[in-house]
């Protein structure tokens, strides 16, 4: 394997190359010693080139031995001339080269200095936009956790009266499949026994029914309308008082009689009711057990008239 390139081999490459009337470069001191990369020659030629100026300025450095022909010193003084000159030059070259790159470097480092002032102050007003921003972020944060725990108090409540909603709407639906297996049953029971009776009744109870419906009707109006409580309860007493005179009339019947035609005349009323007005019913379910009661009884005693 071949040795590595030392200091004297890049020196001696270079004064014969030098020596030659050309200028010492890397790649003709390579040339020069057949080898090296210009890694390892690189950083010798730059001592080379410091020691040159020294070197110069003794006569001796490149003189010729005693025993030379005087010829050869001849040629060996041109060569000395012409070494020396491009030297000079080289090394004038070297230095304008070196002045115009720190002119150049200097230009760039003044130019990076103001573009980093520049950044520097586009950084600080962006900061502070930026913690005007947080500021502000922080403010609007601490107002939406406030909404944030208004709104979930709100959502509880409105939960709350769903579900209060929901089990009342429950209530009512089981009342109302409880009535129709009611009505079914009654319906079965009675209907062999009022079969003779039944064209009547249905006349009757399609009267009643258009007219269960008009009261129906005028109630809910009335309780959108509370200024007309006054009315409704007149109302009320009129129909309380026609049901109980056909209670005294129908008193004279016999009393099983009378029950079994009540309890079917009820059951067909409110089946037809619960069929007509179920989606209304299931609208109000905010009304109370007690008004839903009373409301009942008074369709009932209204079923019962005449």
Known sequence: ??????????????????????????????????????????????????????RIHDPQAFATSATTPDPVSQVAGQLWQIALT?????????????????????????????????EQATLRAKGEAAA????????????????????????????????????????????????????????????????????HWQLEIDRERQAAKQTWQRQIDL????????EERAARLQAEERAAKLQADVAKLNLSLLEQEKTFAAMRERAGLLEGALDEARRHVSITQKRELRGMRVRRTVVMRG
């Open 86 to 118: 491009e030297a000079r030059t080289a090394l004038i070259d070297e230095f304008e080269l070196r002045s115009r790159q720190l002119v150049v470097a200097q230009d760039q480092l003044e130019t990076a200095r103001r573009a980093f002032a520049e």
């Open 223 to 230: 309780e959108k309308q509370l200024a007309s409580l006054s």
């Open 132 to 199: 005007t921003a947080l500021t502000l972020a922080s403010v609007q944060l601490e107002e939406g956790r406030a909404r944030e725990v208004a709104n979930r108090k709100l959502i509880d409540e409105q939960r709350a009266r769903i579900s209060q909603i929901a089990r009342t709407a429950e209530h009512l639906q089981a009342q109302g499949d409880a009535l129709r297996q009611l009505a079914d049953q009654e319906r079965r029971e009675l209907i062999t026994q009022l079969d003779q009776q039944a064209r």
């Open 1 to 54: 394997m071949a040795s590595g390139i030392t200091e004297q081999d890049v020196f001696r490459a270079a004064d014969a190359i030098l020596l030659d009337g050309l200028r010492p470069t890397v790649e003709r001191v390579r040339q020069k010693i057949g080898r090296g990369s210009p890694n390892t020659v690189s950083p010798h030629l730059d001592v080379w080139f410091k020691g040159l100026g020294a």
